[in-house]
């Protein structure tokens, strides 16, 4: 699972500081978002979606923000954790047939 | 994931060799797909089911071929394996019906040499 983020572009953050990753997505059309959390040697793992007739929503220590005048996706972690070092990564729905488009990714390191 | 399996974790094999890949789920999904991850490049897909009946190519099918077994089971299948084929695999379901969050197995990481 390491090899995942390999030449990612990579966020170190002090523990109990907030982290925020951002994705820019490419279709205008894209009606649904998610962001992945992949640990090493794991799949990835669902944290929270959004779809577009929104612009932010909330989960537990974390929050999505939508922005589709830049087509901007953000994952905001709250009071991070060392269990939340990972590659985290937003998908979009491309359209009607379910089919989801991947980001490359960023690793977070959170230092203790 | 538990509710999404994949075997082999890992396989090493070589040049020429056929192998399959198996993906099972009890989440009761009709959806199914199967992605390679490599560095650098994210998430692809390969192929994709909607039901037992339906195989669709996803963006780089070629060198591959699926089988979609049953509603809970879909594999994959490398019919003659060539190193640049050597990756982490995924497999993923989906409710669908207006449910697009995928849901995916924990992998198999496949070296071809």
């Known amino acids: 699972g390491e090899s995942v983020g390999l030449h990612l572009p990579t966020l170190s953050v002090q523990e109990g500081d907030n982290s925020i990753i951002n994705c820019a997505y490419s279709?205008?059309?894209?009606?649904?978002f998610i962001w992945y959390k992949q640990e090493s040697g794991k799949g990835p793992q669902f944290i929270i979606d959004i779809r577009s007739n929104m612009d932010k929503r909330q989960g537990q220590r974390v929050t999505v923000l939508l922005n589709k005048t830049v087509k901007h996706l953000s994952l905001q972690i709250a009071a991070t954790q060392p269990g939340d070092s990972a590659v985290y990564f937003c998908?979009?729905?491309?359209?009607?047939?379910?089919?989801?488009?991947f980001g490359k990714g960023n690793q977070v390191v959170v230092i203790p | 994931d538990a509710d999404v399996t994949q075997t082999p974790r890992n396989r090493i094999t070589k040049t020429g060799k056929r192998i399959m890949l198996e993906c099972s789920q009890t989440?009761?999904?009709?959806?199914m797909y199967w992605y390679r991850q490599d560095p650098g490049l994210g998430l692809r897909l390969i192929y994709y089911?909607?039901?037992?009946?339906?195989?669709n190519k996803g963006e780089i099918s070629d060198g591959y071929s699926v089988s979609r077994q049953a509603q809970a089971k879909f594999s994959l299948s490398l019919e003659s394996a060539i190193p640049n084929q050597t990756a982490l695999y995924f497999c993923?379901?989906?409710?669908?019906?207006?449910?697009?969050?995928?849901?995916f197995g924990p992998g198999t990481r496949l070296l071809v040499l």
């Open positions: 279709n205008s059309a894209s009606d649904y």
């Open positions: 089911s909607f039901d037992v009946k339906d195989i």
């Open positions: 998908a979009e729905n491309l359209g009607g047939n379910n089919r989801l488009a």
């Open positions: 993923a379901t989906s409710e669908g019906r207006g449910d697009e969050t995928q849901y």
């Open positions: 989440k009761g999904h009709d959806r």
